[in-house]
């Protein structure tokens, strides 16, 4: 039955398919004859002259219009035909921020044929353009931002490819730009000596030309340990009745850090202290050994040492 059937039942799906295509094409085209109000968007193209003015913010390309015309227009208009867009000057586009949308009527309405604008929708086009300035600020890097492994310390200075940059962009991010530019170090817990590349900030704008792009920063770093010796130390200006003074220390305590690497390599008899007389009282029971001489690689370091006891029995 089927076999009987199908091939008839296709040429009766054929008919109707074919008949609604029929009347759905000519009803469209019959349509097309009438009038209609629509919402159609329409291209515009802001120019001012300037060439020393960039663009902060990308402008609007288009704006949202009312208009009545034919179907055969409105089609034309919206999908067949490429609209040449409406050029809006801008006088002053610096201190211009915005433009209000019914400010466009007269543009748009002396460019069409064959429609006509009923009203422009938007309400207001917001502008964003900015003058082109330059900036040269000093480069520093920030040296609380380097994280170094615990013990280790700098020695050497932070040296720097570039001591200034010239940053060049809208007025609005340069004004930004400071007389001194610190840069941060991202890496953490450095151990070893460092060399690396850092970015210079755009201030908040991909607009916003840096020369250099990046800086070369690069110092040495090493490990230290901390050290504690008991070292004797002499006495100067003695007193007649040196004899009343007792010490119960005949050494002091010093303690200090030193680079690791070089931990033993100085001679102990360089480190001289002494303990002067007449810069102690009768009346005090401890003093503080002072520093006569250093070796080189303990020089510049931060160096305790603790006070030794005496006793003053008064003749």
């Given at each position: 039955?089927?076999?009987?059937?199908?091939?008839?039942?296709?040429?009766?799906?054929?008919?109707?398919?074919?008949?609604?295509?029929?009347?759905?094409?000519?009803?469209?085209?019959?349509?097309?004859?009438?009038?209609?109000?629509?919402?159609?968007?329409?291209?515009?193209?802001?120019?001012?002259?300037?060439?020393?003015?960039?663009?902060?913010?990308?402008?609007?390309?288009?704006?949202?219009?009312?208009?009545?015309?034919?179907?055969?227009?409105?089609?034309?208009?919206?999908?067949?035909?490429?609209?040449?867009?409406?050029?809006?000057?801008?006088?002053?586009?610096?201190?211009?921020?915005?433009?209000?949308?019914?400010?466009?009527?007269?543009?748009?309405?002396?460019?069409?044929?064959?429609?006509q604008l009923n009203y422009v929708e938007n309400d207001t086009?917001?502008?964003?353009?900015?003058?082109?300035?330059?900036?040269?600020?000093?480069?520093?890097?920030?040296?609380?931002?380097?994280?170094?492994?615990?013990?280790?310390?700098?020695?050497?200075?932070?040296?720097?490819?570039?001591?200034?940059?010239?940053?060049?962009?809208?007025?609005?991010?340069?004004?930004?730009?400071?007389?001194?530019?610190?840069?941060?170090?991202?890496?953490?817990?450095?151990?070893?000596?460092?060399?690396?590349?850092?970015?210079?900030?755009?201030?908040?704008?991909?607009?916003?030309?840096?020369?250099?792009?990046?800086?070369?920063?690069?110092?040495?770093?090493?490990?230290?340990?901390?050290?504690?010796?008991?070292?004797?130390?002499?006495?100067v200006n003695v007193p007649a009745d040196s004899n009343a003074?007792?010490?119960?220390?005949?050494?002091?305590?010093?303690?200090?850090?030193?680079?690791?690497?070089?931990?033993?390599?100085?001679?102990?008899?360089?480190?001289?202290?002494?303990?002067d007389y007449e810069k102690i009282g009768a009346s005090d029971?401890?003093?503080?050994?002072?520093?006569?001489?250093?070796?080189?690689?303990?020089?510049?370091?931060?160096?305790?040492?603790?006070?030794?006891?005496?006793?003053?029995?008064?003749?």
């Amino acid at each position: 039955m089927s076999n009987i059937f199908l091939p008839q039942s296709n040429d009766t799906i054929k008919v109707v398919v074919l008949c609604v295509v029929t009347a759905t094409t000519f009803w469209f085209f019959n349509a097309l004859n009438d009038n209609y109000s629509t919402r159609i968007s329409y291209p515009i193209k802001f120019t001012f002259p300037d060439s020393s003015l960039v663009v902060v913010n990308e402008l609007p390309k288009k704006v949202s219009i009312n208009v009545s015309g034919g179907g055969w227009n409105l089609l034309r208009k919206t999908f067949w035909f490429t609209i040449t867009p409406v050029e809006v000057p801008l006088e002053d586009p610096v201190k211009q921020k915005y433009i209000l949308g019914n400010s466009l009527y007269t543009l748009i309405a002396d460019q069409m044929t064959e429609i006509q604008l009923n009203y422009v929708e938007n309400d207001t086009l917001r502008i964003a353009i900015d003058s082109i300035r330059t900036a040269t600020a000093k480069i520093s890097v920030d040296s609380s931002s380097i994280s170094l492994e615990e013990n280790y310390r700098l020695v050497s200075s932070i040296k720097k490819s570039h001591d200034s940059a010239t940053f060049t962009g809208p007025e609005r991010f340069i004004k930004e730009v400071p007389r001194e530019v610190f840069i941060e170090l991202d890496d953490d817990k450095i151990s070893s000596n460092y060399s690396g590349e850092v970015y210079l900030p755009t201030f908040g704008s991909s607009l916003v030309n840096r020369s250099p792009v990046e800086v070369q920063i690069s110092f040495e770093v090493a490990k230290f340990i901390q050290q504690e010796l008991m070292l004797p130390f002499q006495k100067v200006n003695v007193p007649a009745d040196s004899n009343a003074y007792i010490f119960r220390d005949s050494l002091a305590r010093i303690s200090f850090e030193i680079e690791e690497k070089l931990a033993g390599n100085y001679n102990l008899d360089s480190i001289q202290l002494i303990v002067d007389y007449e810069k102690i009282g009768a009346s005090d029971s401890t003093v503080k050994p002072i520093i006569a001489s250093l070796p080189k690689q303990l020089k510049k370091r931060k160096i305790k040492i603790d006070s030794v006891n005496f006793q003053y029995i008064k003749p």
